[in-house]
């Protein structure tokens, strides 16, 4: 449906040089392996002393994919956990689909690291079998070891070289899940013990021999560009070694990280600007064009009888607008990336979420064949998407290069990190609902207006999926209506944008699901009773692209409800909301909230969280990305970026405040299983926590609230 | 530039630098210690947070000249090898996700406990009103806090 999912679909199917048996022993590699290294296939290598080394093919954010990745091939390989390395990916023949994000990371790999996993095994049982006369059919793995009938016992790393020489099994038979012995366990972070020590190497902690230090001045409007400056004020700034041009501003080199930006500073009272087309661009003025497309023509996503005729004959028209404002990512460690440009080739240090493009664009930049770039990715302090931009990886390949090679870490203040994002845009929605004579909704109209994320994706240009891209989360109403119309109405904006934790999902579900309680409220029908009954008896259901087993979905607003004891007598002034999604028709999840209004502040005690994403490799995990999910967007329930005169009024922390921990809710996850195979986790809770705290503000204290961020004077009752 | 006299993870370092330099960037790029983190440089993330004398310090907001005579403890110098109870308690409640700031909340617990061996809720909102951990690890750090408090909460 969208092209951020097609983009990692296709680069999620995993590398040609993956598929097994391309790399069929040891003999087969280049010489730099040990000769003694089993390496079946590119995600291991099994050593003489029997450790692993796993390489994992999405990175690592905090989603823990360093953790569960290696988690499924274990499994089939019936590895000791405590005798694995884990090593990171790079971009090349053997990773071609490191773009991570959509949750898409387990189930694009889930088949083929348990093949990866099981094809090991199998060749081990070989080498064991043949050494032993035996069958391999007498022969089992436990723990790193291949066990043999009367107590034969020979350990993974004594098999090694044997392994390497066994034919490459074509369909290794998998395990059972009730053979799992380490899936479906609660497994700590593989990395816990490098992080509480302060050893973990992030893109900002990578240090190489020589390396400088680069803060780049740019213009504060987006696309703006230098046009006067003075350079020598900055090269007298003690440790400032250059000042040179870039195609996005100037950058000043220097030996530590605060010599560039105090050479920065200096340097940025000396120059004069070129602001560009955007410099007029403020949020007022787009918040007219936007009210203006609410009304207009618009690109139509999802369309189901003829929702504007019920409309016009309806008994009743119940109608709202919603407003959901331009956001920040945020990740507490800003954009940076190191760069080393040396004769035969380039080689970047970069937390990327999209490796191959990212070293597909600084070789572009460089004028070098992507191979001759090599682009490692550190742990990433945080991604919600920003890092899928390449930005600021190709932006220090310029700058390596304009300063004579580097190596050469360019460093974004949190400034720099707010002014130069890659935004989510606000959105305007327009909802509509017909009731028939009877009360029952007869059709649903939900118009959305604002920026298109995927054409500043796609470089400016339209695609075919725009508008169902745009309105993920809208027309993926999950609701049984006999007549529908989800449309956008695009409205350009000079400001670049980008993928967001939840993406277009947040806003639009923000929208349905409030609205829908406001209609279960007009209509006077409970809103749980209300939703199971527009879920109905529905079974599998076709939007556009994909499908959704709305089943599965009401299955999890059911439990949901339980397990947050909906109905239940509350104290005056506290109330319980929902929501639900059906996130890419792939992961099912509800919310209920509970929360009160103190002292004019709104206070949200507890969420329950209901989720169906198949099957849970790591429950640990699985709960940490639901806490998180949910805290990423309460936090947008508060915050807001707004433009003034082209440029964003917020800059930091300070203005954009994002949850902290007095203002954490209690969060309690039930995992609901289908029996289905993994799906994702990293997005689904975010989009539900927004409308389940609104309708829930609304059960306690009557006020309804359309329009985001939430602002203090919004809790005083008229 | 004066030479500055800072002792940091028990260690005597003889610093020459600008003495409004940040402490953060005298650890980063000066000393090589990279587990103190560069989050905000307006201090209110709490990612650079180290020890001065024993106060948890947010080491953007503090120069090398306030740093200069004192000592100071990273997130490196906390333990040997990860055996302090806040870090073990952050093994045990799985806290991190990215990891990115969890040093400098670490660094806040463990001043936390030294100054108050058993807080309150209320107390533990107070130490981190100033960290910001975008991934949301919120109720295990609360979590972790307590445990390595000697009660699991």
Request: net charge positive; with cysteine; proline share 6%.
């Amino acid at each position: 449906m969208t092209d951020r999912r097609d983009f990692l679909k296709v680069t999620g199917a995993l590398g040609a040089g993956l598929v097994l048996g391309l790399r069929l022993d040891a003999k087969a590699l280049p010489g730099k392996v040990a000769k003694t290294e089993f390496r079946p296939n590119a995600f291991l290598a099994l050593g003489p002393d029997g450790r692993v080394r796993i390489t994992v093919p999405k990175v690592e954010m905090g989603q823990g994919v360093r953790t569960a990745l290696p988690m499924v091939l274990a499994e089939e390989m019936d590895l000791d956990w405590s005798r694995i390395d884990v090593v990171n990916a790079t971009p090349g023949p053997d990773f071609k689909s490191m773009g991570t994000g959509g949750s898409t990371s387990v189930s694009t790999t889930w088949t083929t690291l348990r093949q990866a996993g099981a094809a090991a095994r199998e060749m081990l049982k070989a080498a064991a079998a043949a050494q032993w006369g035996l069958a391999v059919g007498q022969c089992h793995t436990e723990k790193g070891f291949v066990l043999g009938p009367g107590g034969r016992k020979l350990g993974y790393g004594d098999l090694a070289d044997a392994a390497a020489k066994q034919p490459l099994p074509s369909k290794p038979p998998l395990k059972k899940p009730g053979d799992f012995r380490l899936l479906g366990k609660r497994t700590p972070r593989f990395d816990g013990t490098d992080i509480v020590t302060g050893k973990a190497v992030f893109g900002l902690d990578v240090r190489r021999p020589g390396q400088r230090f680069a803060a780049v001045l740019r213009c504060p409007v987006p696309g703006g560009k230098p046009k006067a400056w003075d350079k020598s004020k900055a090269e007298a700034v003690h440790g400032v070694k250059a000042v040179v041009e870039v195609p996005t501003g100037l950058a000043v080199i220097a030996e530590s990280t605060w010599a560039a930006f105090k050479g920065r500073e200096a340097l940025a009272a000396t120059t004069t600007w070129d602001e560009g087309a955007a410099k007029d661009f403020s949020s007022a003025s787009l918040e007219t064009k936007m009210r203006a497309a609410l009304t207009g023509p618009a690109d139509e996503a999802r369309k189901v009888g003829d929702a504007e005729k019920v409309l016009a004959t309806a008994a009743r028209l119940l109608e709202a607008e919603y407003s959901f404002p331009y956001q920040a990512h945020a990740t507490v460690e800003p954009m940076n990336a190191t760069a080393h440009i040396g004769q035969a080739g380039a080689e970047l240090w970069v937390g990327s979420q999209s490796a191959n493009r990212a070293q597909d664009r600084a070789a572009a930049a460089l004028g070098l064949k992507p191979e001759q770039v090599q682009l490692n990715v550190p742990l990433i302090g945080g991604g919600f998407g920003r890092r899928l931009g390449t930005d600021f990886s190709t932006e220090a390949a310029q700058v390596a290069k304009a300063a004579g090679g580097g190596p050469i870490q360019v460093v974004w203040d949190r400034e720099d990190d707010f002014r130069h994002d890659l935004f989510h845009p606000a959105t305007l929605h327009r909802m509509r609902v017909g009731l028939d004579a009877t009360g029952g909704i007869s059709a649903w109209v939900h118009r959305i207006a604002g920026p298109a994320i995927l054409r500043s994706w796609m470089g400016g240009q339209k695609s075919p999926t725009q508008a169902a891209s745009e309105a993920n989360g809208a027309l993926d109403l999950p609701y049984g209506i006999p007549a529908i119309t989800v449309d956008f109405g695009e409205v350009e904006a000079p400001t670049p944008l980008g993928w967001w934790r939840g993406i277009q999902i947040v806003p639009n579900v923000f929208a349905r699901e409030c609205f829908l309680d406001e209609v279960a409220h007009a209509t006077g029908m409970d809103p749980l009773q209300l939703r199971l009954k527009l879920l109905g008896d529905q079974g599998v259901v076709k939007f556009g692209g994909e499908e959704a087993d709305i089943r599965r979905l009401k299955k999890v607003l059911q439990v949901a409800a339980a397990k947050a004891g909906w109905g239940r007598k509350l104290p005056p002034g506290r109330g319980l909301g929902l929501a639900c999604h059906a996130y890419d028709g792939r992961t099912y999840a509800a919310q209920v909230a509970e929360v009160s209004v103190e002292k004019g502040q709104l206070r949200i005690h507890k969420i329950t969280c209901t989720v169906d994403c198949g099957f849970v490799v790591n429950p640990l995990g699985l709960e940490a990305q639901v806490e998180g999910g949910i805290a990423f967007g309460l936090s947008a329930l508060f915050s807001q970026i707004t433009w003034e005169k082209g440029r964003t009024v917020q800059t930091g922390y300070h203005d954009f405040p994002v949850l902290r921990l007095a203002d954490m809710p209690s969060v309690e996850t039930h995992i609901v299983s289908s029996g289905a195979d993994p799906s994702g986790m990293g997005e689904p809770p975010v989009p539900l926590a927004i409308p389940a705290v609104l309708n829930a503000l609304f059960a306690a204290t009557g006020i309804r609230v359309r329009s985001l961020p939430l602002l203090p004077q919004m809790l005083q009752k008229a | 530039m004066p030479t500055h006299q800072l002792t940091v993870n028990g260690r005597v370092h003889h610093v020459d630098a600008d003495p409004a330099t940040p402490l953060l960037w005298i650890l980063r790029d000066t000393l090589g210690l990279t587990g103190t983190k560069f989050g905000c440089g307006q201090g209110v993330c709490g990612s650079c947070v180290v020890h001065l004398d024993g106060q948890a310090q947010k080491s953007c907001q503090t120069s090398l000249r306030e740093a200069a005579g004192h000592k100071v403890v990273t997130i490196e110098g906390l333990s040997k090898a990860g055996t302090h109870p806040v870090q073990h308690s952050w093994i045990a409640e799985d806290v991190a996700q990215c990891g990115y700031c969890q040093p400098g909340m670490i660094m806040t617990a463990a001043a936390l406990l030294q100054h108050k061996p058993h807080p309150t809720d209320r107390d533990i909102d107070d130490a981190f009103a100033d960290h910001v951990c975008r991934c949301g690890t919120y109720s295990r750090v609360r979590k972790a806090v307590h445990r390595a408090a000697g009660g699991v909460k």
